[in-house]
């Protein structure tokens, strides 16, 4: 049964803030795909630590190697928000990032390594600048700064 949060100004309930985490290529490999720069967390054990955290927040989840199938993802979504990891799309993808300009929806961009401290060609990201915000070099704690991030956003876009 989803949680419901109290309205204060309506005296009613709200359905809970959704909020889609959207990877990018190889990050299904989280924890087994080169964790010295990753680390050993799996995705699965991060979204049960994300969900627990925040449990009147409903955690959508979507991994594909495909760039249109994330395009699809960010058109079609009725999330409040969208906590999104590109993987290597991040310095490739014009679309991806034209996708993110043409929705409503506010996107923060993350990465878990800091793709300024790696190779040249990492640090360009066309997705930067369509985003509300970056978080990039906390490793799996970045979903759940980004996480915040949409919360404080949707918070203030309602004062």
């Known amino acids: 049964m989803p949680s419901h949060n109290k309205s204060a100004a309506s005296g009613g309930t709200t359905a809970p803030m959704k909020i889609l985490i959207l990877n990018g290529p190889n990050l299904n490999l989280l924890g087994q795909r080169e964790p010295h720069i990753y680390g050993h967390e799996t995705m699965d054990h991060c979204l ?15 991994q ?3 760039e249109g199938d994330l395009i699809d993802q960010l058109q079609q979504t009725q999330a409040d928000g969208v906590v999104l990891n590109a993987g290597a799309y991040t310095h490739t993808s014009v679309a991806l990032a034209d996708c993110v300009r043409a929705i409503s929806t506010p ?9 300024y401290a790696r190779e040249d060609y990492r ?6 600048p369509a985003c509300r915000g970056v978080i ?15 919360i404080a956003m ?4 309602a004062d």
């Open 48 to 62: 049960h630590c994300l969900r627990s955290r925040y449990p009147d927040v409903e955690l959508l989840y979507y």
């Open 64 to 66: 594909s190697n495909h």
């Open 107 to 115: 996107v923060v961009e993350v990465h878990l390594s800091n793709i």
């Open 123 to 128: 640090s360009r990201s066309f997705l930067s």
């Open 136 to 150: 990039s070099g906390f490793g799996m704690d970045a979903y759940r700064l980004a996480i915040e991030a949409v």
């Open 154 to 157: 949707k918070a203030q876009a």
